[in-house]
């Protein structure tokens, strides 16, 4: 269902922290506006067979630890539909790249070797670009593409 942002009022969108429940959704907002990320495309290799798989399972493995982690997770939803998604880091809350042993085991099996390293690598130069450790960071972001430009 798609829906006209133009024909709608703003009171009807609604931004709230996301549950559990809306994680696959959100999933979902995130892999359709990174598909053709360009920073991404290279880290999962774009040109290589199953880089649809490995940016699905990179995506799913970063909400998964945005939420063991509990870092805040937000949603934008028109009525039910989920509009758009953004995640932050809190500072001085430990989520940082070198993250939980667990986490990097999961996007090695489910990005590879490689994509993980790159991905692990990407993180550490932005954290090391924060003017201050104490301020929160916007990790990912995205608005579904149906609705960006609106």
Same mark, same amino acid.
């Given at each position: 269902?798609?829906?006209?942002?133009?024909?709608?009022?703003?009171?009807?969108?609604?931004?709230? *922290?996301?549950?559990?429940?809306? +994680?696959?959704? #959100?999933?979902?907002? $995130?892999?359709? /506006?990174?598909?053709?990320? &360009?920073? =991404?495309?290279?880290?999962?290799?774009?040109?290589?067979?199953?880089?649809?798989?490995?940016?699905?399972?990179?995506?799913?493995?970063?909400?998964?630890?945005?939420?063991?982690?509990?870092?805040?997770?937000?949603?934008? *939803?028109?009525?039910?539909?989920? +509009?758009?998604? #953004?995640?932050?880091? $809190?500072?001085? /809350?430990?989520?940082?790249? &070198?993250? =939980?042993?667990?986490?990097?085991?999961?996007?090695?099996?489910?990005?590879?070797?490689?994509?993980?390293?790159?991905?692990?690598?990407?993180?550490?130069?932005?954290?090391?670009?924060?003017?201050?450790?104490?301020?929160?960071?916007?990790?990912?972001?995205?608005?579904?593409?149906?609705?960006?430009?609106?």
């Amino acid at each position: 269902m798609s829906v006209n942002l133009h024909s709608i009022s703003a009171e009807k969108i609604t931004a709230s *922290y996301l549950s559990p429940d809306d +994680l696959n959704a #959100a999933a979902s907002v $995130l892999y359709a /506006a990174y598909h053709d990320d &360009a920073v =991404l495309s290279v880290i999962f290799d774009q040109a290589r067979e199953g880089f649809e798989s490995r940016l699905r399972q990179a995506l799913k493995q970063e909400l998964t630890a945005f939420w063991d982690c509990q870092q805040v997770i937000l949603g934008l *939803y028109y009525e039910s539909r989920l +509009l758009a998604v #953004a995640c932050l880091c $809190l500072p001085d /809350a430990g989520f940082t790249p &070198a993250r =939980l042993w667990n986490w990097r085991f999961k996007m090695m099996l489910t990005a590879g070797l490689a994509g993980t390293r790159q991905f692990v690598d990407k993180e550490t130069q932005v954290f090391s670009a924060l003017p201050d450790p104490s301020c929160h960071m916007i990790s990912l972001i995205a608005v579904h593409p149906e609705y960006q430009h609106q």
